[in-house]
């Protein structure tokens, strides 16, 4: 059965910290991992990573994959009250295009 | 682009009444989306997988005479909850898969709808 963990579950952080959220996966035919940030309502696209080395970046937040370890990390470096949210890892299969979703990090930025 | 909205936003609803729920890609064509539950601090749980034009495939556990899902065309799909009860309370979200968006393969979700069974 495809596995999706997601580490830490929980995190509290000061404004101006730096995060590191884990990622792992065991899925029979991997294709690419996706990050999601989901708020009151649905989750909203961070990154999509196929590739293992190639770190994706946009703004403050940056991510990576390695395939051979089988994890992902997201990184937000100086943390804003904006980001506190859940973050929700999802790993994509070869066949078909079903999403399999780890149990998320909820982050919290306090002022 | 790549919005999806989703209708109603909350429902709430007697038990034993149905309750339709659509999910509309509104700028890129969707041939495929997929209906989610998600229920209070837990993760999104795949319901079903719709596609157009065809039958839904359900996800093991997930009961396809209760959940009945229509895809009738590439922008809509729609999730009737036959007969609800308290238990089916949750947010369900819809997303819709867009396979044009610079080559790269995307899911985009719905606002998600808050549903409540009395």
């Known amino acids: 059965e495809d596995k999706v963990v997601q580490s830490p579950l929980s995190l509290v952080v000061h404004e101006g910290d730096t995060v590191t959220l884990n990622c792992s996966y065991e899925?029979?035919?991997?294709?690419?991992l996706l990050w999601y940030k989901q708020e009151k309502k649905a989750p909203t696209f961070l990154f999509m990573l196929?590739?293992?080395?190639i770190e994706k970046k946009s703004g403050r937040l940056s991510s990576i994959l390695d395939k051979k370890e089988l994890f992902s990390i997201l990184n937000i470096t100086a943390t804003q009250t904006g980001d506190s949210a859940v973050y929700l890892c999802?790993?994509?299969?070869?066949?078909?295009?079903?999403?399999?979703f780890g149990e998320g990090t909820q982050l919290t930025v306090n002022p | 682009g790549a919005v999806v909205s989703q209708h109603p936003s909350r429902v709430i609803c007697k038990s034993g009444t149905s309750v339709k729920i659509e999910c509309r890609s509104l700028?890129?064509?969707?041939?495929?989306m997929f209906w989610y539950r998600q229920f209070p601090k837990q993760s999104l749980m795949l319901m079903a997988t719709?596609?157009?034009?065809?039958?839904?495939?359900?996800e093991q556990g997930v009961e396809k005479d209760k959940f009945l899902i229509n895809h009738a065309s590439l922008t809509l799909s729609t999730l009737t909850v036959t007969s609800a009860h308290p238990e089916d309370s949750s947010f369900y979200i819809c997303?819709?898969?867009?396979?044009?968006?610079?080559?790269?393969?995307?899911?985009?979700f719905g606002p998600g709808t808050r549903l409540t069974v009395l």
């Open positions: 196929t590739s293992s080395g």
């Open positions: 899925v029979t035919n991997f294709r690419s």
């Open positions: 999802a790993v994509k299969e070869t066949s078909g295009s079903r999403l399999t």
């Open positions: 700028d890129f064509q969707a041939t495929t």
């Open positions: 719709s596609n157009e034009g065809s039958k839904a495939t359900y």
């Open positions: 997303s819709a898969r867009d396979v044009t968006s610079g080559g790269a393969d995307t899911q985009y």
